[in-house]
């Protein structure tokens, strides 16, 4: 079975979209926005009413004592917008439930 999502992707970014009811994934290139609403429904029992998704470019950078340059693979972003009132428990970062000293 092809593995549609990767991981949530987590920053600060992402986390002021949660707000609006946008919840962002990292996916291989080949995804399409059909199989991303199918897995993410089927992943977290949630109801997807929109997807969006951007082509991300891979990054190069240099390694070791001689600098060996190596490239990242490119990868895919995708947005996913949930039915009103659902979230996804992957995206709830604590700090709000915090009591307050005085």
Known sequence: MKQHIIRPLITEKTMTLV?????????PVMTS???????????????????????????SRRVGR???T??????KKI???????QTIEAFQI???DQEQQG
């Open 66 to 68: 001689k600098g060996i």
């Open 79 to 85: 947005m996913v917008k949930l039915k009103t009132g």
């Open 33 to 59: 926005k059909t199989d991303a609403r199918k897995t993410v429904e089927k992943l977290y029992s949630v109801n997807v009413i929109d997807v969006r998704s951007s082509r991300m470019p891979g990054k």
């Open 19 to 27: 707000q609006g009811g946008w919840f962002t994934f990292m996916a």
């Open 70 to 75: 190596i490239l990242h693979s490119d990868w």
């Open 94 to 96: 604590g700090g709000g």
